[in-house]
């Protein structure tokens, strides 16, 4: 075969509505370790001057025993782990609800995560598009889960996807 003739597989595009399927669970295929730095930049970009983020000194003084990873850090990696699955073709984040962080993340620790497909429905008031709910859960590297939520995409469907 030359290259002329060689055929041209297309990468991973994510889900489209008509991909999602209720009761579907996505491990999803990366993990992200948090660095120091990471939680440092956080806080500073988000105001968060906490001590128990910062101070390892207080830290050091306090059940956990060193700095914890800024919560709403945490709920962005995660987050960002389930793009590529779920919302690689959202037309919109509409919210998340329902937020538990269920154990304490630390410099050095590797999230990980996974979604399950709560509802799915096309819009009223959109054409081409629709609904995904979903539940994620973080877990760390020992596979204890670290933060559940529930998060609902406005998603296209393949035939009304940009470009399309």
Excluded: C
């Amino acid at each position: 075969m030359t290259d002329e003739t060689r055929p041209v597989i297309r990468g991973w595009e994510g889900r489209f509505l008509e991909d999602f399927t209720v009761g579907d669970v996505y491990e999803h295929a990366h993990g992200r370790t948090i660095s120091e730095t990471d939680n440092t930049w956080f806080a500073l970009l988000t105001n968060n001057p906490h001590d128990v983020h910062s101070n390892a000194d207080y830290a050091s003084r306090t059940e956990f025993g060193k700095p914890l990873v800024v919560s709403t850090l945490t709920l962005a990696i995660v987050t960002g782990l389930s793009v590529p699955d779920v919302s690689q073709n959202a037309v919109a984040n509409l919210g998340w609800d329902d937020v538990k962080l269920t154990a304490p993340v630390f410099a050095g620790d590797t999230l990980y995560a996974s979604s399950e497909v709560l509802e799915v429905r096309p819009s009223k008031s959109r054409p081409g598009q629709g609904l995904v709910r979903v539940r994620t859960t973080g877990r760390n590297q020992r596979g204890e889960p670290v933060i559940t939520y529930e998060r609902t995409v406005l998603v296209y469907t393949r035939a009304a996807r940009p470009g399309a």
